[in-house]
Each structure stands twice: as structure tokens, then as C-alpha cells.
């Protein structure tokens, strides 16, 4: 075995060795277990987000599958219809051409040329990641298989009155020129300014002033809104007011939507160009005017002076003019949200125009029903608080969009505009009985890329062939996800799997929170904060770094303030960690919260963990290989304390584990396994081992041997789903040892826990023996007396228990603490450090030994620590209603505690004085 982990010379070797023998694929068992992966787009590259969630859920797939049942976690990527399009425009664009040069199909074929040789990258990435997906049935959005899943669902949908095509306000990209989903839009406060425009009556004297961030948008207004009860305005509603720089007129009419205390009360309403005006248009019917074209430029709608002219420039003009006939009263400063597409950065346009729609409230009905009944349980169980008020507030679902790449809308259009939804051109003419001689054309829009991703759950399985696959994995067990989509993809997938499978498609929901940075900011290009999951498995040099955090930065400017960010941070590049390090700091991350603070420093000590964890087998190794591990059943074998106690603590380890990995605790389960494998096992256990192996007892080295090895195989397996590459690794080179047989450790049964083996009295047993060692390396430590330095110990004031029991562990004890001399005293004993076992004194006599100012610091500070605790505990007992309603055991142990602390401090204040006259 190497002397030194090295976490890149094993990872990528066992990664090829499970995918080459298929341990990936789910094998036949009586009970399934089904994870479908969000498909992350084929044009992606793995972020810090994708990797946490990947990481749990191949914790959830690898647990599940040691646990015998027939495991999938189903592998895909998402077309992501406008994010592959760009990427392909933008090689075109480098040959000075654009798609419509191409034309449509030569387009899609380039695309799909894109996708064989770029598309398969963090599918790559994912395999670095250890993630056991199950690679020999990966599906992709826009495969066949799936396309027909899509088109059988729309043709379904409309032929049930559920999809419709109308005119409703979108987020139109301007650059991009289509509408987008609210996911695909970013808002972010930006400085603007607040324009108070006014308007006059158009009889009689006078005018009223709105105020507004979008003065272009003014050409398109149909009326101003005042509050109902707003007294200023009352006499106001109903009259009729001049739009300026128009020959219209507008009504001033009254709605509850108006904020009075917002800008001066009064609101220009646009229902074209605002979604929530659109809504105070459809209460009032008023006309809805279009006043941009696809570009955002201003269309004919508009009077002729501003036709043709861009938003802004629009903008400009119109405030000059509104100045030059004195309607321009103020502009104020201003912050506001812009709304910015994520893959162009334009500002979206609320925009007017006729697409596709779901029909989402009959299809919401029963998805919420399905929460409140218990068959899909939110995890944590607050969000489905969230998830409620979504759906009860839902709108129709607009489901087209302006682009070439994705699945294409099956309807045909005749001459006269009138369509015919269909499986195909021959479907419909069959289907609508239309003559040959009527020309038919495809609808240019495609699908949401939403629309496909919302039928995940059982597309893949083969829908609508009712496949065996099918059959065995839907519904499938969880759904593991951020809460930033649960309306978007969660809601969607339930909505359709009740609809088309009649069934819920998971059971559970698990939302985890999102990855930031260690002073909990979003990780984002802008800040120069991200980190890229692989360059903490790879490690990266400082000078590649600073230029993958400085290159293509939307504010080039920000460039100095990242570098000197990341010269503090990093002033020597991110080192190799490996990706064992990178899952288990994720999982020890996984709390319930919001949001997961990502700190370097966390990494860096798993790393040390897995360090530990390989030179913990290296000692078992160098001890057991070629040796007696008592594998032939006919050799007698004897346990010592120790072994038992460590067995016995394995015991309760194992259930805490697997209850916190059933309740997605991974947190809680990567912690108590930390924490029972470097402190317990290999601080504890191997030195309590070294007496023993060190012994002529035959019985007891075999036991202890035998002991080593199949606690830490037990511990390879438990710690296997969360570290998957070491583990496997060692647990080649132990399970021999421990009597274990098979190719990997993937396909062990995971541990049980063993009730039987449970000891408490042998645990306090070793309780006794840690709180020895550990009561003379403190006072080594704050005395500063060298651990290599042998001492005289005297042990005064303990009962017979206490000295039965350092009888039993002398030898170990005086090996662990490196004790010269041991000796009970009675009576007065000379001055010394002291510790307590119980009421049982450990003194260390001072003459020549310490500092004595600082040993009474040291017993101030264990008094004041002892006080705190004695005042809870005082103040609990004090308490009417626990006194009251505690078990009577409850209340006698509590009081047996402030019986002990008080005896402990009275000690402790004696030790005081006896320093004090040195």
C-alpha cells in the first residue's frame, strides 16, 4: 500500500472499472429505488450547485443500492433550447454568418453536429464527481424516444381543451426574440430615475401628475389609476385626460392595485407593456396597444415622429419633447429592478403577443391535492408552504417560444390562418379531411425547453410505451432539488405525471439549499467569486485562476478588485483535494437551510480526514496482513474491553448513520462518522490496540486483530456512498482480512446495526479510561509539560469501583498517558495540578513541575466553566413545570448532577488554596 494518499492516482482508475462492469445498472431485486437526475443542459459545464446536488444524490443511489433494492438513477441532459442555440449562432457569427443564412434545417444540423463532438462535457465532469448514474440508458430531451413523449402529451392536452393558443403579455427578449420563462430572467437593482410626468384634463383647466420609471412606454398608456379611497383623487374618476405627444385621450378610473403614498398617487396604466397593468386592463377593459416591435423598437402604433426609433433613444426624445411643452415636471433619482435575460443580458420587454398556453388551473387541482393528502412529502416540510402558494396563485402556462432548436409545436396552418393540431402533416389532413391542394405550414415556434423537462419522470422510462422499466421505477423515490425550481420543474412534474401516469412521479421531495461563498454571497462571475468544483479536485495555479475569474467580465472593470480578492484568498492557487474531500465537505455542508456557506478551510480538513483514514489502514494493515485475523472458526478468540467497547460504539454509529441518511441528514451522518473515525477509532482504538498486539496473549492479539479489521471494513462500507473512491480502494486490501468476498464494495450489504453487541457497561468502563488519559494530557497541555515526559501520577479520593477499574487498565493507561509512577494516597497530599474522574483526584505534584500563576488560571477557568454549568442545571431544577412534569428519573438525575458539580467545585477551591501556599 502507498505510504501517502494520493487521491488522483486511484479515482479516475476505479471510476472506468465500475462503468466497464456495469455496477451502474440497476440489478433485479424485490424492492426499487429511483432517482431521476435533473438534466443539466448539454451545454453546461459543472458548477459548484450541480455538484453538491449531484453529490447527494449519488449518496441516496449508493446507500440504496447496498441495501439490496434495484437502484436507478436515470442520466440525461436537457436540450436547453435558447442557451444550445446561442452557443451555435455564436460559431456562426464568427464566420459572419447568422442561422438565417443557413436556413432552418441546415441550422438544426449544425447544432446537432455541435452536440457530438461539445455536447457530452459534464457528462464527463459528472464521472470525475464518482456520480453512478446509469450511463447505458442515458436519455437527452430531444432524442426520439422522448420527442414523441412531448408530442403525444401536446396533442393530448389540446385535444382536451388544455392547450389554446392567445394574445397575453410575456418576457420578450428584444435580442433574442422570443418570449422566455421568468427562471431565464435576472433582476438586479440598478440606478434609474423616476420621471413625474404631466397630463392634462382634456376639458377644462388643469392636469394630473404620474410618475414613472418608463416614460416611452407612455404611448402606449390607456388610462391613469388612483386609488379608490384616495380622497385627493376621487372627484377625478371617470373624466377624461390628453395623452401627451398623441392625439388620444385617456379615462382617470379607480383600483385597488394604486399605491397612494407611492409617487405622487397617480399611475399611467400600459396594459401592453406591464404585467400588472395588464391585469388592472383586463378588470377595466381597456384597449391593450403594442407600441414595440420584436426589436423594441417603437412600431406604428406610435405616433410617426418616434416610429422606428430604439426604447431608449425613444426615451430621450420623449422626455425633451415633454420638457419643451412644459408636461415634464421633475425626475428624481431612483433604484429600481431591471429584468434582464440570463443568456443575451438585454432588458426584457413585457410584451404583447399571440402564443401557446397550457390551460394550468385543472391540471393544478390535483398536484396540490397530492401535496395536502401526504403522497409527495416536501423535505423539509416548510416548503411546502411555498409550493401551495405557487400553485394557488398559478397562471396559464406559456408554453412557445421564437427560437429554431427544440421541439416544434405540431400544429399546420392553412392559407387563411387557421390551424390543425396533429402528430404530423398526414395526421391532420386525415384527420381534418383536407384536400392536397391546401397548403399546410408547420408552425415556426418551438416548446419550452420546461415543457419536455416537466414529462422527465417518465419519458425516460419509455412513455408512452408502457415499458418494463416503466412499470418497475415509476413513481420514482425522491426528487432532489433546489427550491429556486420548485414551480418551475417540481410543480410541472407533478402536474403531468398525475396526469398522464395517474400517479404522483416521487414520493418525496428534497430541497437543499444553495451553495455560497464563505461570507454567505451568491457565487457569481461579476463578484469573482465562483468556484469551479473540478479545479478543487484538480487544484489550479494561482496566474490560471485569475485569468478564468478575469476573462469575459461583463464590467471589465471589475477586473482589479477580483484580482486583489483572489490574491488574499488564494495567494498560491487552489491545491488538489480530490473528489473524495470535495463530496464529503458537501455532505458534511448538507444542513437544513437556505443557504450552505462554502468555506476552503472545510475542504482542506476532509482532505486531512481521508489522510487519516489511509494511514489508519496502513497501521491495520502492517498489523493483520500475513497474521492470525481469526478467520478460521476453530481458533479460540478472546475480545478485550476495548474491542468490545469499540464494537459496541460501532453499533450505535451505524443506526445514527442510517437514520440520519433516511431522513437526508447528510450533515448529521458525515459528522457522527467523522467523528466516531478520527476520534474514536483511530485516536482511541489503535492506541488502545498497540498494548495488546504488543502482549503474548495469542487470544487476545487474535481478538484484536480480528477486531481492527472488521470494524474498519464496517466503517469503509458505512463511509463508502459519501467517499466512494477511497473506500473501495482500501476495502480491496481489507475485506480479505475481515472475511469478505466480492468485486466491490458498491454491491456490499450495508452495515446493520447488531443490538446484541451493544454494551453500556463496558462503554463506561472506557468512558472512565478516556476521562483518565484525557484529565493528564489537559493539564500537560495548559501547564506545558512535554507529552513525551514521564510523570508521577497520585489518585486520591476514589471508591472501589475506581480502583477496580485502574487495576484492569493500568497498563494500557500508563502507555496512553505516559505515566512513570502510579500510587493511591490517603490524607493530606502535596501540592498538585489536578483533575477529576468522578469524585476520584488525579493529581500531578507541582514541586519543580509548573508555573503556578498559571495553574491557578487553569482552575479559575475549569471553576467558571463548572459554574455555568451548575447555574443551568440549578435554574432547571428551580423551574416549577419541569419539576412537575419531568419523569421522576429525569429530575433525580439533574439532581444528582448539582449535587456532583457542587462537590467538584468545593474541590477545585481546595486545589486553589493548596497552590496558593507553594
Known amino acids: ?265 397617480c399611475v399611467k396604466i400600459t396594459p401592453a407593456h406591464d404585467f400588472n397593468d395588464y391585469e388592472v386592463g383586463k378588470r377595466h377593459d381597456l384597449p391593450m396597444l403594442n407600441i414595440f416591435t420584436i426589436d423594441a423598437k417603437i412600431n406604428t402604433n406610435a405616433p410617426a415622429k418616434y416610429q422606428g426609433m430604439d426604447r431608449f433613444i425613444a426615451r430621450k426624445q420623449i422626455v425633451d419633447d415633454l420638457k419643451a411643452v412644459d408636461l415634464l415636471v421633475d425626475i428624481k433619482p431612483h433604484k429600481l429592478m431591471i429584468p434582464r435575460g440570463d443568456r443575451s443580458r438585454s432588458i426584457i420587454e413585457p410584451f404583447l403577443t399571440d402564443q401557446w398556453y397550457v390551460k394550468i388551473a385543472p391540471l393544478a387541482e390535483p398536484a396540490i391535492k397530492a401535496v395536502e393528502d401526504g403522497r409527495i412529502k416536501f423535505v423539509p416540510d416548510n416548503w411546502k408552504k411555498t409550493y401551495f402558494e405557487w400553485m394557488k396563485n398559478i397562471q396559464d402556462w406559456c408554453i412557445s417560444r421564437q427560437i429554431w432548436w427544440g421541439h416544434r409545436i405540431p400544429a399546420w396552418y392553412d392559407e387563411d390562418g387557421k390551424f390543425y393540431v396533429g402528430y404530423s402533416e398526414t395526421y391532420v389532413r386525415e384527420k381534418y379531411q383536407l384536400a392536397d391542394s391546401i397548403t399546410l405550414k408547420q408552425d415556426e415556434d418551438v416548446l419550452d425547453t420546461w415543457f419536455s423537462s416537466a414529462l422527465w419522470p417518465f419519458s425516460t422510462l419509455g412513455w408512452p410505451e408502457q415499458t418494463d422499466r416503466l412499470q418497475t421505477f415509476y413513481p420514482t423515490s425522491v426528487l432532489v432539488t433546489g427550491f429556486d425550481i420548485i414551480f418551475f420543474w417540481v410543480a410541472r412534474m407533478i402536474m403531468m405525471g398525475l396526469k398522464f401516469m395517474d400517479e404522483v412521479p416521487f414520493k418525496e421531495v428534497y430541497i437543499h439549499g444553495l451553495i455560497k461563498d464563505s461570507d454567505g454571497q451568491k457565487m457569481s462571475k461579476s463578484k469573482g467569486n465562483v468556484l469551479d468544483p473540478l479545479d478543487l479536485i484538480n487544484g489550479i495555479d494561482l496566474e490560471s485562476l485569475l485569468e478564468k475569474r478575469t476573462t469575459g467580465l461583463m464590467q471589465p472593470e471589475m477586473a482589479p478588485k477580483i484580482k486583489q480578492s483572489t490574491l488574499k484568498q488564494y495567494p498560491d492557487g487552489i491545491p488538489a483535494f480530490g473528489t473524495d474531500a470535495l463530496r464529503f465537505t458537501f455532505a458534511a455542508l448538507a444542513s437544513t437551510g437556505r443557504d450552505i456557506r462554502f468555506d476552503l478551510g472545510r475542504i482542506e480538513g476532509y482532505r486531512n480526514f481521508c489522510n487519516k483514514l489511509w494511514n489508519a489502514t496502513r497501521y491495520v494493515l502492517m498489523n493483520t496482513e500475513d497474521k492470525d485475523t481469526g478467520l478460521n472458526a476453530a481458533d479460540k478468540i478472546e475480545l478485550s474491553l476495548t474491542d468490545k467497547w469499540i464494537i459496541s460504539e460501532l453499533q450505535q454509529v451505524e443506526q445514527q448513520v442510517q437514520q440520519y441518511i433516511d431522513s437526508y441528514r447528510f450533515d448529521l451522518a458525515a459528522n457522527t462518522l467523522y467523528e466516531f473515525i478520527w476520534n474514536e477509532y483511530c485516536d482511541w482504538y489503535l492506541e488502545f490496540s498497540k498494548p495488546v498486539l504488543q502482549s503474548g496473549n495469542i487470544e487476545l492479539q487474535r481478538g484484536t486483530r480480528q477486531t481492527l479489521v472488521r470494524v474498519l471494513e464496517s466503517l469503509l462500507r458505512l463511509l463508502h456512498p459519501i467517499i466512494p473512491f477511497i473506500t473501495e480502494e482500501l476495502w480491496q486490501k481489507v475485506a480479505p482480512l475481515a472475511g469478505k468476498t466480492g468485486e466491490t464494495i458498491m454491491l456490499q450489504a450495508y452495515p446493520k446495526t447488531q443490538l446484541e453487541k451493544i454494551d453500556s457497561q463496558v462503554e463506561q468502563e472506557i468512558a472512565w479510561v478516556k476521562q483518565f488519559v484525557l484529565g493528564i494530557r489537559r493539564i500537560r497541555a495548559e501547564m506545558d509539560i512535554a507529552p513525551s515526559k514521564q510523570l508521577q501520577v497520585l489518585l486520591q479520593n476514589g471508591d472501589a469501583e475506581d480502583k477496580q477499574r485502574w487495576q484492569i487498565h493500568a497498563d494500557v493507561i500508563k502507555q496512553l498517558a505516559r505515566l512513570e509512577t502510579v500510587k493511591w494516597v490517603e490524607g493530606e497530599a502535596p501540592e498538585s495540578a489536578m483533575a477529576l474522574v468522578g469524585d476520584m483526584q488525579i493529581l500531578i505534584p507541582l514541586a519543580g513541575l509548573i508555573d503556578k500563576d498559571a495553574e491557578l488560571q487553569r482552575l479559575a477557568k475549569e471553576m467558571d466553566k463548572l459554574n455555568k454549568e451548575l447555574n443551568k442545571h440549578t435554574a432547571k431544577l428551580a423551574n416549577p413545570n419541569f419539576v412537575d412534569k419531568a419523569p421522576a428519573k429525569i429530575v433525580e438525575k439533574e439532581q444528582l448532577l448539582v449535587t456532583e458539580m457542587t462537590a467538584s467545585l468545593q474541590q477545585l477551591e481546595t486545589q486553589m488554596e493548596k497552590i496558593r501556599g507553594i
Request: glycine share 8%; charged share 25%.
Open 1 to 265: 500500500m502507498e505510504t501517502t494518499y494520493n487521491p488522483h492516482s486511484i479515482e479516475r482508475h476505479w471510476y472506468n472499472t465500475w462503468e466497464s462492469k456495469d455496477y451502474f445498472t440497476p440489478q433485479p431485486a424485490d424492492e426499487s429505488y429511483c432517482i431521476m437526475i435533473p438534466p443539466p443542459n448539454v451545454t453546461g459545464t459543472l458548477h459548484m450547485g450541480h455538484a453538491f446536488q449531484d453529490t447527494l444524490m449519488d449518496i441516496l443511489i449508493r446507500y440504496n443500492r447496498m441495501q439490496g433494492k434495484s437502484t436507478l438513477w436515470q442520466a440525461g441532459t436537457d436540450h436547453a433550447g435558447i442557451a444550445t442555440q446561442m452557443v451555435v449562432e455564436r460559431q456562426l457569427a464568427q464566420e459572419n454568418k447568422t442561422r438565417h443564412d443557413l436556413g432552418r434545417d441546415a441550422f438544426i444540423d449544425r447544432i446537432w453536429d455541435w452536440k457530438a463532438q461539445s455536447g457530452g462535457h459534464i457528462t464527463k465532469q459528472l464521472r470525475e464527481m464518482g456520480a453512478s448514474l446509469d450511463w447505458e440508458h442515458e436519455r437527452f430531451t430531444m432524442d426520439d424516444g422522448l420527442s414523441d413523449a412531448v408530442q403525444e402529451v401536446f396533442v393530448k392536452l389540446y385535444e382536451e381543451g388544455l392547450i389554446y393558443r392567445g394574445k397575453r403579455l410575456v418576457n420578450w427578449d428584444p435580442v433574442l426574440h422570443t418570449a422566455v420563462s421568468d427562471l431565464e430572467v435576472q433582476s438586479e437593482e440598478e440606478n434609474g430615475s423616476m420621471w413625474h410626468l404631466r397630463y392634462p384634463f382634456a376639458e377644462g383647466e388643469g392636469s394630473i401628475v404620474v410618475a414613472t420609471t418608463r416614460p416611452e412606454t407612455m404611448l402606449g398608456d390607456a388610462a391613469i389609476a388612483v386609488h379608490p379611497d384616495d380622497e385627493r383623487y376621487r372627484d377625478l374618476i371617470g373624466k377624461q385626460v390628453k395623452l401627451p405627444l398623441t392625439d388620444r385621450t385617456i379615462p382617470v378610473i379607480a383600483d385597488e392595485y394604486v399605491d397612494p403614498e407611492f409617487g405622487s398617487g
